[in-house]
């Protein structure tokens, strides 16, 4: 037995708390087999879309019958003898010499409308360029300005009228109008500023550029129907408007000689003579 002196050491054990973590293990779940249909008919939903748009629907019309004649890549409409087309920057550089052999074809171009300006400040990058070079290569020329609603109509006429100097011979210049704005009514009005500022300095009644829909639809009335309508109608046998028209842009596929792109072509309602009267 130990006496009272002596020390007695004595360690306490020491507690280790082992704590077992579990590996969390995660475990990936199959997809639900309808979300899996869901998304591959998504996919191929876009998929088949976009094949259509790209591929398809610009020469579905070339495989329709032809009830007219297959020229230029497409059918032209039957019963109308004065062709034209129309160009912007988007067709790119052309040739002029190349294109002026369509002239001594069995259905002659004669004629070219070609983008001036848009809006109040943006002037198309080849418009002068291809201006001078249709009247050299003997094609009936006109301007036309892409109307913007959301840019001050007096502005637009403006900008216009400094970018384009039209000479005798030239057609009337064209107002392309494709979309309504904010308001119809106030689309209308700003539409005639437009007009009435653009007849008074060329001392010519402009002509109105719209689609088949849009004209019905905002500008069918006693005002507007009072202008050299050129009509937008593609993919048709034949014109639907009941009204009075003196163009139709009947394509937006055409191939000429002389552009790469793909161009929109048009035909005059009249003779050679009443558009040489224009």
């Not at 010499?97 to 002037?123: C, N, W, Y």
């Not at 959301?150 to 100097?165: E, G, H, L, N």
């Not at 937006?252 to 009443?274: C, H, K, R």
Request: charged fraction near 25%; proline fraction near 5%.
């Amino acid at each position: 037995m130990p006496s009272k002196n002596s020390t007695v050491s004595r360690r306490k054990p020491v507690s280790r708390r082992t704590s077992s973590r579990k590996k969390k293990q995660t475990v990936s779940r199959p997809m639900p087999v309808w979300l899996r249909n869901l998304l591959a008919f998504c996919i191929i939903a876009v998929f088949s879309a976009g094949f259509y748009w790209f591929f398809i629907r610009p020469y579905a019309y070339r495989w329709k019958p032809c009830y007219g004649t297959r020229a230029y890549g497409v059918c032209l409409p039957s019963s109308f003898q004065v062709h034209g087309f129309d160009i912007s920057h988007h067709q790119g550089d052309i040739d002029w010499d190349a294109l002026q052999q369509t002239q001594h074809t069995p259905f002659p171009i004669r004629f070219v409308f070609m983008k001036a300006s848009e809006g109040g400040d943006f002037s198309d990058t080849t418009f002068t360029r291809n201006f001078d070079a249709a009247r050299r290569h003997g094609f009936i020329r006109g301007a036309y300005h892409f109307y913007n609603p959301q840019t001050d109509a007096a502005r637009q006429a403006d900008f216009f009228i400094r970018s384009v100097k039209l000479e005798k011979g030239d057609l009337p210049p064209v107002l392309d109008v494709e979309r309504v704005g904010d308001d119809a009514s106030r689309l209308r009005k700003n539409l005639k500023i437009w007009l009435d500022s653009i007849e008074r300095h060329y001392h010519v009644k402009p002509i109105l550029y719209a689609s088949y829909k849009f004209k019905t639809r905002y500008l069918s009335d006693s005002i507007f129907n009072t202008y050299p309508y050129w009509i937008a109608h593609y993919y048709a046998d034949s014109v639907q408007y009941k009204g009075e028209w003196k163009f139709w842009q009947h394509t937006d596929v055409g191939q000429l000689p002389g552009i790469s792109e793909s161009v929109d072509l048009n035909v005059f309602n009249g003779s050679f003579d009443e558009l040489k009267g224009l």
